[in-house]
């Protein structure tokens, strides 16, 4: 693989990643404000990340794909924290600390 692919490969793994947590906090913002806009985004994102997925997938494999997908939870976190004031506790933090260790080992 050469460079320019990955890094292509791992530019999509970041799309996957943002578009999943933006689709799951789209899903949330419909089900509290009701706009249609809002879920047709969210079923938009959750349609299109499946193929995107699997062709990140053939470039960098699919542990390594579904190992950092991980990261989402993390993501989900923030982005409902900052958009919601959902509060993260210490244990949350912990957690996806610990999450995010294993993926930064994993990938090593």
Do not use: D, N
Not at 70 to 81: D, R, T
């Amino acid at each position: 693989m050469t460079v320019g692919t990955t890094l292509v490969a791992y530019a999509s793994l970041l799309l996957v990643l943002s578009c999943t947590a933006t689709a799951q906090i789209a899903f949330k913002a419909w089900h509290l404000s009701g706009r249609h806009g809002t879920l047709a985004l969210a079923i938009l994102l959750f349609v299109c990340i499946p193929p995107v997925t699997i062709l990140t997938a053939r470039e960098l494999g699919i542990g390594k794909v579904y190992v950092l997908m991980s990261l989402s939870y993390a993501l989900v976190a923030f982005m409902g924290w900052k958009r919601f004031g959902e509060p993260v506790s210490r244990r949350q933090v912990q957690g996806l600390a610990l999450i995010t260790l294993g993926c930064l080992i994993y990938t090593l």
